[in-house]
């Protein structure tokens, strides 16, 4: 008799922990709200690059990530600064894509805003500006010694004579002898 209570004890409950560990999943009509919600974040510079597929495989990295940081919706839905957790996770996930491969930089510094900057010239083949932003990555690379100083050398990026913009400067001379020259004005009194 024992045994027979014991074993329904421990069936009842196995029984209630799949059934709560089923309600902790997000339904799909929830993944579908978050990944709508991710949308805003289309406009932001790293992200207005993307084509549409890199856009997707962004935001659904994105999501994963807080599906299973946050495994229960309401739980997620109920946080204080919902907004702002979700901000960190598509900054931290930028980050990551940076740490992996620095050529993500065409996502930070596109090609048409260099070009209206005057660091590039219009009118560069695909291959052309593949091997400026393989240059870009290196110079970055061995200047920076981890991705804190490099995030941080971009929020001081207020000056067109900054580190960042000589590195882009010296890639744009190497590669197609574009050179910058900026006529100096004398103000007078």
């Known amino acids: 008799m024992k045994r027979i209570l014991i074993t329904i004890s ?26 709508d919600a991710l ?4 406009e932001m510079i790293y992200l207005q690059d993307l084509t549409d597929p890199e856009f997707i495989i962004f935001t659904d990295d994105v999501a994963t990530d807080i599906e299973t940081a946050y495994p229960v919706y309401a739980t997620f839905m109920q946080i204080p600064g919902v907004n702002d957790t979700v901000d960190m996770f598509v900054v931290t ?9 620095a050529h993500n930089m065409r ?17 560069l083949t695909h291959e052309q500006q593949r091997e400026f932003y393989k240059c870009f990555a290196q110079k970055v690379n061995n ?37 910058i020259e900026v006529d100096e004005v004398e103000v007078v009194e």
């Open 10 to 35: 421990i069936l009842t409950l196995a029984l209630a922990s799949i059934g709560c560990s089923q309600q902790k999943k997000w339904n799909q009509k929830q993944k579908q709200q978050m990944r």
């Open 93 to 101: 996930t930028i980050i990551e894509q940076l740490q992996e491969d």
């Open 107 to 123: 996502h930070l510094y596109p090609y048409r805003y260099l070009v209206s900057q005057g660091i590039l010239p219009d009118k």
């Open 143 to 179: 200047t920076y010694t981890n991705l804190n100083q490099f995030i941080n050398a971009i929020l001081a990026d207020t000056s067109s004579s900054s580190q960042i913009t000589q590195m882009q400067q010296q890639c744009a001379n190497d590669l197609f002898n574009w050179v």
């Open 39 to 42: 949308r805003q974040y289309r």
